[in-house]
Structures are given as structure tokens and as C-alpha cells.
């Protein structure tokens, strides 16, 4: 019997923790993880379909577990996730090597599918979408660490023309907030100070009669828990009782990461994004007014079908008014099976370059702009990791998720420390650690 596991993933949070919850249910059949892919029985790949390039580099590993395979035929070789449930028989046709594909509401066959493989070498794939499937009694296997991915929601219902995520994840469905209560008292135990609520549409959790904001508060009620984060919402679903419910508790971030996507109300509506620049900007003032000092970032999708330079305009337009704290910017990917693949007028790549780069430069002003802000304020910083650029200093967030540069002094990993800002460099702020006694003068 093959006990050894390796699990690569791409993509995006969700991917992180669908590949927690494979690993949870391998180690409860008596799997171990490999410390190296050559070591290992299983190796899996969690794949991404969102964007071209993510599945270039998904065919890219594959070909590097062949080669290892060449060496180790009886290793077995599994594709899970969105790209598994796009290209479904496609990817035994054109990577035969391949042992096992799965869709991602086809996890909890797992176990028992590796068995089946052993026994008749058959390759098998599983890609059934389900209406019901939440995992809400399978908790997953995390390392130690700082942040808690919890899945609170599978799917999608919103159907942007541009997305395959409909397609490859299936429609919306929740799981109950005792569940998810239960595995946030779970990664407490284990931990964990930062818990962040994942979902396609994380504010459209409905479960039963409970909504969001509900969900939200009991989170945040869970003893133990320091931190909350929640991505990614949709513009559409923002509303008052979930912003005064992140206004009442000090352990939910001030921070909102809001996708406006595109700045022009006709390429709005080609992408069925259900909302208008007007509304979008608006809420952006309805946020900032009900919570002072808010983190607000944003996705940007540049040349989309048919945007013309004076629609791309008025996205830097809708940018210099909102003046996000970041963005997420990304040139257009096609992706057969969504409607807009079915559009015509496809804008060239010099144009999309060009464009995304005109965004990027903006955003970076918009950063440094906003980040000034914070210079000269003391800001709660949670330390998560050492700083890329110096072993002698520590990088962490604050709560509206700005990353902060400064001195590790007797800080260490976890801790919640204060921090004077004294510069904006770049996307990221410098300060000087407030030692407690200095802490309880101030």
C-alpha cells in the first residue's frame, strides 16, 4: 500500500485550503507526508483554471513528475482542483502518465480511489459537481502557523463572463456556522491567531436563515481568536449590517478587498458584474464613513473584449477617486467555456500590456500616497515573518493589511506589537518597535 503523500498547489486561497482538507483526509487513512517529491508514493498537484498562464504551469510540473516517474513507475500521479474539473478526460489524452484527476467536490472519494487505483491500474476520473458538498464535517491538516484558511462556502452563482470559476467549483452552497465555529475553536487549539473566511463570494454565505454578518459576529466571539480576515466579497452583497458588525469588534480587520474590475458601466455590464461605476464609488464612501482609516484594495481586469481607450480611461478615472490602498491588476486571459469567449473585438497583447502597466504605475502612486497617511501613527503590527531584505528585521500586518518594516528587537513570530511608523517606502511601511514599556507611557 502506497503511505507516503506530496501535494504542490497553485492558485489561489481556496486551492491552500482544499489542499489542507486532502491532507486531512489522507493522514486520517495513515498517509505521511513526504518530505521531497522522490520520496513520495502520491504526488498531487492542485491546480488553478482562472487565468492561461496558471495552467501553462500546471502542464510545466507535469512534465518534471514524469521524468520522475520514468525512474518510479509505480508512483502515482493526481491532478485535483479547477483545472482537473475543466480539461476532465483532457488531460489523460494529452499527459497519459497521469493516474487520477479530480474535480474538487470529488475530494472525500479520495481514499478510496487511490485503493481502486492500486488495485485494477486503471486511471480514474472523478469530476461530479455537487449541489450539497461543503466538507463541513472534514477538517483539514495545517501546519503550524500564523493564518487559518477556513472555507465557509463552495461555488459560485454570479457568473462574471469572464470566470470559469461557475464552471469548475460549481454553484453556491454554505456550510452551517456550528461547523465553521467548530474548526475555528479547532485552529485556536492548534495555534493559529489569524483566521481568514474564504469563499468565490464570501459575503453571500447563507446558510439556513443566517447570513454573513451573522457568521461574521460568531467568529468573532470564538475565545482565542485575535484577527479576522474574510476575501473575497462582491461589491453587490456589501451591506450595513455586515459593516457595523466589522465597526463592533476590534478582532475583525478594518479592511475590505472590494473588486471593482472595471471603471466603465458598459464593460461592466459585459462582464455581468451587476453594478455601476456610480454604485461602486459610492459604496467605497458609504464604507470609508462607517469605518475611519479602512483598507480598501482591489482587483483591476485590463482589455477586456471591446474596451476602447476611453473606457480604459475612465477605470484610471474610477482609480483617482477611490485611490485604492493596492490593487490586483491583470491583463484579460481568455477562457474557453465562459460567455466572453464568445465575444469578438479581443484586444491585442501590446494593448493589454500597455494598459496593465499604465495601472500598475497609478496603483503605486495611490500606494505610497495612502501609506504616507499612516506616518507618525503607532499601528498594532502582527509579526509574520522576517523581512526579505534584512535578518535583522521582521515583517508584519496591520490590521487594515499593510505590511510593516521594522527592528526585531524581543519581538517574535505571533506576537501583536506597536510600531511608530516613520516612512512609506514603496508598497510597504518602516517604523520603530515600541518596546512595552515605552507601550504603557504613551
Known amino acids: 500500500m502506497h503511505k507516503s503523500y506530496f501535494i504542490e498547489t497553485f492558485g489561489c486561497q481556496m486551492n491552500i485550503a482544499d489542499s489542507e482538507l486532502v491532507e486531512g483526509l489522507l493522514q486520517k487513512e495513515g498517509f505521511k507526508s513526504a518530505d521531497d517529491i522522490n520520496n513520495a508514493d502520491v504526488v498531487f498537484v492542485n491546480t488553478c483554471a482562472i487565468r492561461e498562464h496558471a495552467e501553462e504551469k500546471v502542464h510545466s510540473q507535469l512534465g518534471r513528475y514524469n521524468l520522475i516517474k520514468k525512474h518510479k513507475p509505480e508512483m502515482i500521479i493526481g491532478v485535483l482542483g479547477c483545472m482537473a474539473q475543466n480539461l476532465k478526460d483532457d ?41 450539497y458538498e461543503v466538507y463541513g464535517d472534514l477538517f483539514p491538516s495545517r501546519n503550524e502557523g500564523i493564518n487559518a484558511w477556513i472555507s465557509i462556502m463552495r461555488g459560485c452563482d454570479k457568473f462574471c463572463t469572464f470566470c470559469i470559476v461557475p464552471f469548475t467549483r460549481g454553484r453556491e452552497r454554505s456550510r452551517s456556522i456550528t461547523s465553521i465555529v467548530a474548526e ?111 483598507g480598501i484594495s482591489t482587483d483591476i481586469i485590463v482589455g477586456f473584449p471591446g474596451e476602447t ?85 521582521w515583517a508584519g500586518r496591520t490590521d487594515s493589511n499593510k505590511w510593516v518594516i521594522f527592528e526585531k528587537g524581543n519581538a517574535k513570530i505571533k506576537d501583536f506589537v506597536q510600531v511608530l511608523i516613520t516612512a512609506a517606502k514603496g508598497v510597504s511601511l518602516h517604523g520603530d518597535l515600541i518596546h512595552k514599556e515605552e507601550a504603557h507611557a504613551l
Do not use: W
Open 91 to 131: 488531460i489523460l489524452e494529452s499527459r497519459p502518465y497521469v493516474d487520477i484527476v479530480l474535480g474538487p467536490d470529488s475530494y472525500r472519494k479520495l481514499p478510496e480511489i487511490l485503493n481502486r487505483k492500486i488495485v485494477h491500474q486503471k486511471s480514474i476520473v472523478d469530476t461530479k459537481l455537487s449541489r
Open 184 to 294: 475555528t475553536e479547532q485552529a485556536v487549539a492548534d495555534g493559529f491567531v489569524e483566521m481568514t473566511l474564504l469563499g468565490q463570494n464570501v459575503n453571500s454565505y447563507k446558510h439556513e436563515n443566517e447570513g454573513f454578518a451573522e457568521l461574521l459576529e460568531a467568529v468573532a466571539d470564538v475565545k482565542g481568536v485575535k484577527r479576522i480576515r474574510y476575501t473575497s466579497p462582491h461589491p453587490q452583497d456589501i451591506n450595513s449590517e455586515l459593516l457595523d458588525v466589522m465597526s463592533a469588534h476590534d478582532s475583525i480587520c478594518n479592511y475590505i478587498h472590494l473588486p471593482l474590475q472595471a471603471g466603465n458601466n458598459r464593460i461592466l455590464q459585459r462582464m455581468n458584474r451587476t453594478y455601476t461605476k456610480e454604485h461602486f464609488i459610492g459604496l467605497v464612501d458609504y464604507i470609508r464613513d462607517i469605518l475611519p482609516n479602512v
Open 309 to 393: 481607450d476611453d473606457e480604459f480611461k475612465e477605470t484610471l478615472d474610477v482609480m483617482k477617486k477611490v485611490k485604492f490602498d493596492s490593487a490586483f491588476t491583470f491583463k484579460y486571459s481568455l477562457r474557453p467555456g465562459t460567455k466572453a469567449s464568445e465575444f469578438s473585438e479581443h484586444i491585442s497583447e501590446k494593448i493589454k500590456k500597455d494598459r496593465l502597466q499604465c495601472i500598475i504605475e497609478l496603483q503605486k502612486q495611490h500606494t505610497l500616497e495612502r501609506n504616507r497617511e499612516n506616518v507618525g501613527n503607532v499601528e498594532t503590527v502582527l509579526v509574520e515573518k522576517e523581512s526579505k531584505k534584512s535578518p535583522t528585521h
